[in-house]
């Protein structure tokens, strides 16, 4: 039987899903963005994936380190993957712009820890 991956790798997934999409959005305006359906997809799939691990994060962990808004990328995850008729580009974006950095920093200093 397989172990199930520790917070710490937990992490590293939101790191590596939060680097993909400062890739894949760097020096993309709003208009493009908004035009390219794969864009927007790739970047939808890497935002699950940092709401999925967010969610696999052992509570004691997320109790432990308030300083991520756990509840809300969470809560972004589930809109994104069951709410998907109501996902809007704007939301979306403002996301990247401007949560998207902060959450990085605080990522890093958790998986330095």
Partial sequence: MREKP???TRLRHMLEAINNVIEFTTDVTFEEYS??????????KNLEIIGEA???I????????????WNELIG???VLV??????????VWGTIQTDLFPLKDKIERLICK
């Fill in 6 to 8: 520790k917070d710490n």
């Fill in 35 to 44: 035009r390219n359906k794969i864009l927007r997809f790739a970047v939808i």
């Fill in 82 to 91: 069951h709410g998907y008729y109501q996902i809007r580009d704007e939301i």
């Fill in 76 to 78: 972004m995850r589930h």
């Fill in 58 to 69: 052992t509570k004691e962990f997320r109790e432990e380190h308030q300083e991520i808004a």
């Fill in 54 to 56: 967010a969610y696999l």
